[in-house]
């Protein structure tokens, strides 16, 4: 498997000295910060919403185009570019409403070019065809990959009835 482009982890960290003389800037780690404010620090005793578990490492592997998600309970998921922006939670492709969703098609090709931390209950990825507006909670991608299998065939259901073939379908 091809090395990721860059790892989110929720692994403990120290924070690097401080040093007086290097700017503000200079001082932090932006991977640390990164990591740090996209998951923060995970306690045994957090008490969430729901009884979805925690991701503890998130990798893009941009070759392969998946996005690899591990959670708190063991389970792993690898979801490709294309499954995450075809089904997209955004109100672009859910729609505002039942049955305003819109089909994407075309998406086989799409990458993810960055990933916002939301709090420190999502990720917003923005994609190369201009999408960035789906906000995935935890909860969100965890439901996917317990599911990816029926929500991938339900989709190609739907372009087929739409008359329309995947790329690598053809």
Known sequence: ????????????????????????ADNRNPCIEYCCSVF??????EQTMTDV???TELSLHQKSRILEITYSDGER????YEFLRVLS?????QG???GQGVLQKGKEDVMITHIEPVGSYAIQ????????????SWETLY??????????QDYLQQLAVAGHKRKEDN
């Open 1 to 24: 498997r091809p090395e990721p482009v860059y790892t989110l982890s929720t692994r403990p960290y120290k924070r690097p000295a401080y040093d007086a003389s290097r700017s503000r």
């Open 40 to 45: 923060g620090p995970l306690s045994t005793n």
């Open 53 to 55: 578990p925690k991701p």
């Open 77 to 80: 998921f690898e979801l490709s």
């Open 89 to 93: 939670p955004s109100a672009e492709v």
């Open 96 to 98: 505002h409403g039942p």
């Open 125 to 136: 990825p923005s994609f190369d065809d201009g999408h960035d507006t789906g906000i995935y």
């Open 143 to 152: 439901d996917m990959g317990k599911n990816k299998e029926k929500y991938w």
